[in-house]
């Protein structure tokens, strides 16, 4: 029935409820009926036949998992009824056939962009003020204080919170009642003509809890990480911060920087505090260098570059039920039509690629970057159970509680954000991309973590889709957030940029959706567009230890 249950692929044995279904509803599917033994809540997944102890559970065509007791044919499908399973993989690869996307709509297309030297082109023009080492993280947040507002930037929000207005009602004696009533949201305008710079889009400070401490491995890799940060092309420049004595020291930086673009020449500051008169002396000189960053980044201005430019980030945080059949989908469109227009993708979260290893292997181009995909992922797997969270743990309370029970059936849906193209490359943390096309990219399935690798490796927008609602951004990386349902995108309209829910009540189609996303895509590359997580300052940083986090 159109708009009430999916089944998505020919070979599954279980449908999807498009919207709440009632205990004791026939439904008619494909001339044969179900009979709902139970309520079904909208995104959740029930029985289409009967399943014996053991029998295998199929979504999207492959193995998802596998009923731990008797599964009466029209009942729902939970954590109590089916455990995590997935097929056996083999490094085997069949010549791959892919029948790329019509281009058509986007011939002759442009982006407005940064042009860097080394070849690429940025969708944002940032300074960088970061830290080597956590110690430096008050005088990162001093030196923040100091320039933002000064400067027009007012961290990029689109709204004030008046606390001063508290502040003079408690003076007046106001009681709690009318505390809680007063309407303390301002907007504010933060228009380019407000800003000392107006050819720098955001001065971004990265705070972390890393550079000493722990093992030497995580110091060597946060410099490769924050050296992807400065050589990418977003990022005009960087003042960098460093206390002296740590573990991350300045060489490591360097080294890091050098590997990544043997040609730098970007403008970079790099203070030592253990070398300065003292502390006063040492944030006034990086205001200083900053700010000369500042007036030299202010010279750079957007021009036309062709859309195979664009670098685009895979992600999805907060996942329902809808992401693998709406949004995800879409993303995997996009991906497909940037790849055709010769243009670069990448897909992260390899917890979150647990269950569709072999149609990932069979996409490699050619076997050795199989192999290193199944090197990672095994690797990956080993460290998590080792410590009692395999990949079997990922869903969480939230993902199951919206229709996503295994980690496998979660994959499958999570999966689709990479289209179908060849996979061209795959990268390990902190790897940047070398390829034109689809990339694989190591990193957790923590939002945070993998949008933070995903700018590191090079990409200069993310789209991001979500079922549930994440407020989650990038300091250099302008993220889009997609909705897998309208609901989420009517509810929080201040954190979602576009909707896909009208794929799931039958309005649109995958392939119209991503046309349009592809085009709004363009905008936000091109400065004409500020997605909701740019305009509300969510600047998340989060560096990936190598120890385990799903």
Same mark, same amino acid.
């Given at each position: ?204 400070? /990265? @705070?972390?809890?890393?550079? +000493? *401490? =722990?093992?030497?491995?995580? %110091? ?7 050296? $992807? ?80 430019? /664009? @670098?685009?980030?895979?992600? +999805? *945080? =907060?996942?329902?039920?809808? %992401? ?7 993303? $995997?469109q996009v991906s497909d039509l940037l790849v055709a227009l010769g243009g670069t993708t990448i897909l992260a979260e390899f917890p979150e690629l647990n269950g569709v290893e072999q ?164 905008k936000v590359a091109s400065g004409e567009q500020r997605p909701a997580a740019v305009r509300l300052g969510q600047y998340d940083f989060i560096p990936w230890k190598r120890g385990i986090?799903?």
């Amino acid at each position: 029935m159109q708009n009430i249950i999916l089944k998505i692929h020919p070979e599954d044995n279980i449908l999807v409820a498009l919207r709440d279904l009632e205990a004791g509803q026939v439904l008619n599917w494909q001339n044969h009926q179900v009979r709902l033994l139970e309520a079904i809540p909208a995104k959740h997944k029930f029985a289409a036949v009967d399943f014996a102890e053991g029998a295998p559970v199929m979504l999207y065509g492959i193995l998802v998992g596998k009923a731990t007791r008797p599964i009466p044919k029209g009942s729902r499908i939970r954590t109590e009824n089916v455990t995590h399973a997935t097929q056996d993989i083999k490094v085997d690869r069949s010549p791959l056939r892919w029948v790329a996307p019509s281009t058509t709509p986007f011939a002759g297309r442009h982006f407005l962009g940064y042009h860097r030297s080394d070849g690429r082109v940025g969708t944002m023009n940032h300074w960088l003020v970061i830290p080597l080492v956590f110690c430096e993280n008050r005088n990162i947040e001093i030196i923040k204080s100091s320039m933002l507002t000064q400067l027009g930037y007012l961290h990029e929000r689109d709204f004030a919170v008046d606390v001063q207005q508290l502040v003079q009602l408690y003076s007046d004696g106001a009681s709690e009642a009318a505390i809680r009533q007063a309407n303390i949201l301002k907007t504010t305008s933060n228009s380019q003509e407000q800003q000392l710079f107006p050819h720098v889009d955001g001065i971004q400070f /990265l @705070t972390h809890d890393g550079g +000493c *401490g =722990g093992i030497r491995q995580d %110091s060597e890799t946060l410099c490769r990480l924050l050296a $992807g940060y400065i050589t990418h092309p977003n990022v005009a420049g960087a003042t960098v911060l460093s206390l002296g004595c740590q573990n991350a020291q300045i060489p490591l930086l360097e080294q890091a920087i050098r590997e990544q673009n043997p040609n730098f020449d970007k403008p970079l500051f790099i203070l030592e505090q253990q070398q300065s008169q003292s502390e006063r002396q040492f944030i006034a000189e990086a205001v200083q260098q900053t700010f000369i960053g500042l007036m030299r980044a202010n010279k750079i201005e957007r021009r036309p570059a062709p859309l195979h430019q /664009l @670098t685009i980030g895979l992600e +999805c *945080g =907060g996942s329902d039920g809808f %992401s693998g059949i709406s949004a995800n989908p879409v993303l $995997g469109q996009v991906s497909d039509l940037l790849v055709a227009l010769g243009g670069t993708t990448i897909l992260a979260e390899f917890p979150e690629l647990n269950g569709v290893e072999q149609e990932l292997i069979s996409r490699c181009t050619t076997k050795a970057l199989a192999q290193k995909f199944m090197q990672l992922m095994n690797s990956y797997a080993e460290r998590a159970a080792a410590v009692g969270s395999g990949f079997d743990k990922n869903p969480s309370p939230g993902n199951i509680k919206d229709g996503l029970i295994t980690d496998a059936m979660k994959s499958a849906g999570a999966a689709r954000k990479g289209g179908s193209s060849p996979i061209q490359d795959v990268l390990d943390y902190t790897e940047v991309v070398k390829q034109r096309g689809l990339n694989l990219l190591c990193t957790p399935g923590n939002d945070v973590e993998s949008t933070t690798g995903l700018a590191a490796s090079g990409a200069n927008i993310i789209l991001f889709t979500t079922g549930l609602g994440t407020p989650t951004g990038n300091p250099i990386t302008p993220v889009i957030k997609v909705s897998s349902n309208s609901a989420l995108a009517q509810r929080m309209p201040d954190i979602i940029d576009f909707d896909t829910g009208p794929i799931i009540t039958g309005e649109t189609t995958i392939e119209e959706r991503a046309l349009a996303l592809l085009d709004y895509l363009i905008k936000v590359a091109s400065g004409e567009q500020r997605p909701a997580a740019v305009r509300l300052g969510q600047y998340d940083f989060i560096p990936w230890k190598r120890g385990i986090s799903l």
